[in-house]
């Protein structure tokens, strides 16, 4: 019996221990962390954040690796706090997606997308410089 419960012990520190709760529909574990609420929004961050993590990455503006560096919890608490009209400002010039030279020209407002200032190409970016 000794020699059993040592194997079993051997066995029950390396594996990941599964509770189940009386009643309890089914479980969702992930890494060996049990998923218990806002369970949604913690299915949408493991399936979505890395994606966008690597699309963000592929943009000139984003260099290789520096997502991890952004604190994602506190852009997301300082939205939440943002007026509605703020968060869309916000997300238009982070975007690149507001009313500069090429979107003007693309939205058929301007015949050409120069920057009125010097004559270059008007991004974002170049608004901001």
């Known amino acids: ?3 059993l419960e040592k194997q079993y012990l051997q066995f ?3 594996a990941p221990r599964h509770y189940s709760v009386d009643g309890e529909p089914w479980q969702l574990w992930v890494k060996d962390y049990k998923l218990t609420r806002n369970i949604a929004s913690n299915i949408y961050a493991l399936v979505h ?3 966008g993590a690597s699309y963000w990455e592929t943009k000139r503006e984003v260099r290789e690796g520096a997502t991890s560096f952004i604190d994602w919890k506190a852009i997301g608490i300082a939205m939440r706090s943002a007026p509605r009209s703020r ?3 916000i997300s238009k010039y982070v975007s690149g997606m507001c009313g500069v030279g ?3 020209k693309r939205w058929q407002q301007w015949k050409e997308d120069q920057c009125p200032r010097c004559g270059e190409p008007e991004v974002v970016a170049h608004v901001w410089a």
């Open 1 to 3: 019996m000794d020699s």
């Open 12 to 14: 029950a520190i390396t």
């Open 49 to 51: 954040d890395e994606e």
């Open 87 to 89: 968060r869309v400002f």
């Open 102 to 104: 090429k979107f003007m």
